[in-house]
């Protein structure tokens, strides 16, 4: 429906008078006596409120609404108290009457109760609620939400706010902005799900970096580990094309912009993996015949300096490790200075302050990645529950719009 024409607002009288029995007058007896005269008043004062606007409309010579058969004009009021219909009113659910009017052209009978709240035909919950219960399950725990509504005189129950988060989780969805930077990160972190032993699915994240400082997010996709990368940049292929070029971060799978590749730059965010095949490059600048024996020692010395042991989470042992990997390339760029191999010196020794920085960072709780920042928003949330797959993913999708791309409720 179109909703209510603008008008200076109606004045609605409601009167309430109540007798309530209190046994004393603590400050726990009256909130607990308002508690229970709560229901309602919020019943009674919505009801009120819709009668009189029921009657403004009824009132206008084109109504906000119209018939089946195009009569938007005429109609007589069926009934102001009907059969009870039930709608969430944010606090808790109401049971509120509904409004009839019979069209005068045809004689077809209709509700105008949900026209107008502002809600879909059969809906009980109007988009401004579930998205506001929606946004609030996102942010905590389903238990601690009803936990901390139950305090506040609020009646609203688990099971409502899972739905709501589901819902407006539905009405979101992450793509590039054409008109914020042509630079983003893509990692994954690992969320866990009801049924799959230790950290089950991997949750994969694309941010992209604003012009104000700060990042948004722009995909986001739930799979298996090794899993497909597509679904995370599939909605922002057109908009990759708008940009002249974009710069990319990631060690996913990126192949479905392989197509780009003349407008994608990507860069393997382990800036280890990409420096032997860097040297490669500046060998045959050095003009170190390819595979020559030279050759072969270089490469396979930077192979083993720069490959990554994930499996190894001992702080001292990575201490170590990073000492021993210092020195061989030490070696090596001593080796490259004797021949005489210029560029790929001074390649090394460009590269040599920060190759081990990630490593070392993570050994101190330090990140550098902007990414790794988003990881522990959603991790902060997703840890505390097993989840479904869809659960994990609507749960996430409505935390990130929230923190990071300007979702409110
Ligand atoms: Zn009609």
């Known amino acids: 429906m179109g909703f209510l024409p603008q008008c200076e607002g109606i004045i609605v009288d409601f009167e309430c008078q109540f007798k309530v029995q209190l046994k004393d007058s603590r400050i726990s007896t009256i909130l607990a006596a308002f508690a229970m005269l709560l229901p309602q008043l919020l019943t009674d004062f919505f009801q009120k409120v ?68 502002g809600m879909e035909p059969k809906k009980r919950i109007a988009p401004e609620i579930y998205r506001k219960l929606g946004l609030l399950g996102s942010l905590t725990t389903f238990r601690v939400a009803e936990k901390i509504g139950c305090m506040f005189g609020w009646a609203v129950d688990k099971m409502t706010i899972w739905k709501a988060v589901q819902q407006t989780a539905s009405e979101i969805e992450f793509k590039l902005d054409a008109n914020e930077l042509p630079h983003g990160e893509a990692d994954g972190t690992g969320i866990g799900i009801k049924g799959i032993a230790k950290r089950g699915k991997e949750l994969k994240v694309f941010i992209q970096y604003k012009k104000g400082g700060g990042v948004r997010v722009a995909g986001l996709d739930l799979g298996n580990y090794n899993g497909s990368w597509n679904k995370l940049f599939q909605n922002s292929i057109e908009i990759f094309k708008g940009f002249s070029q974009f710069l990319l971060l ?28 860097q040297a490669k490059f500046s060998l045959w600048q050095d003009k170190v015949k390819h595979k020559s024996e030279d050759w072969l020692h270089i490469i396979a010395e930077l192979m083993e300096i720069c490959a990554i042991r994930p499996l190894v989470d001992c702080p001292q042992t990575i201490e170590m490790m990073v000492e021993s990997k210092r020195k061989r390339l030490d070696e090596i760029i001593s080796f490259c200075k004797e021949k005489q191999y210029s560029h790929t010196v001074s390649y090394l020794e460009n590269a040599q302050p920060d190759m081990f920085t990630a490593v070392e960072n993570r050994l101190n709780g330090k990140t550098t990645s902007k990414v790794e920042r988003v990881m522990r ?21 409505v935390r990130l719009a929230y923190y990071y791309n300007g979702f409110d409720a």
């Open 50 to 117: 819709l009668i009189g606007f029921g009657e403004y409309v009824m009132a206008l010579k084109k109504k906000p609404f119209a018939c089946k058969c195009g009569n938007d004009a005429d109609f007589i009021w069926k009934t102001r108290h009907g059969k009870k219909t039930k709608i969430h009113g944010f606090y808790r659910w109401l049971e509120l009457q509904q409004l009839q009017v019979q069209c005068k052209r045809c004689g077809s009978k209709m509700y105008i109760l949900r026209k107008l709240l």
């Open 250 to 277: 990631t060690d996913g799978d990126s192949s479905i912009l392989d197509s780009l590749k003349d407008k994608v730059k990507i860069i393997f965010q382990r800036c280890l993996w990409h420096i032997p095949h």
């Open 377 to 397: 928003t959603v991790n902060m949330r997703a840890n505390v529950s097993k989840w479904s797959p869809s659960g994990a993913l609507n749960v996430t999708k």
